[in-house]
């Protein structure tokens, strides 16, 4: 369960990261109105597509980081029981 919130929040962690550098890079290079709400769904969409096509690699960083923690805590576990 915990593995799978920590992989909706890096999804939706890189999606915010994207959405807003998106917004940032059209209102610097055009006169867009910075408020403008189709900038703002199309950054939010921008997003999502890259954290949707980066999930693959992120989930097996999470993965790989759940299993080292859990090594860790197996080990600290037992090394206090013996």
């Known amino acids: ?13 890189i999606s915010l990261y994207v959405a807003r550098g998106t917004h940032d890079f059209v ?8 408020d403008s709400i189709p900038l703002k769904l199309g950054s939010m969409v921008v997003g999502e597509v890259v954290a949707t096509k980066a999930k693959p690699y992120t989930d097996k960083a999470v993965d790989n980081a759940a ?5 860790k805590r197996n080990k600290t576990t037992e090394s206090s029981i013996s």
């Open 1 to 13: 369960m915990w593995r799978n919130i920590a992989k909706m929040v890096v999804k939706e962690g």
């Open 27 to 34: 209102v610097d290079h055009t006169d867009t109105d910075p």
């Open 67 to 71: 299993d080292w923690i859990a090594k």
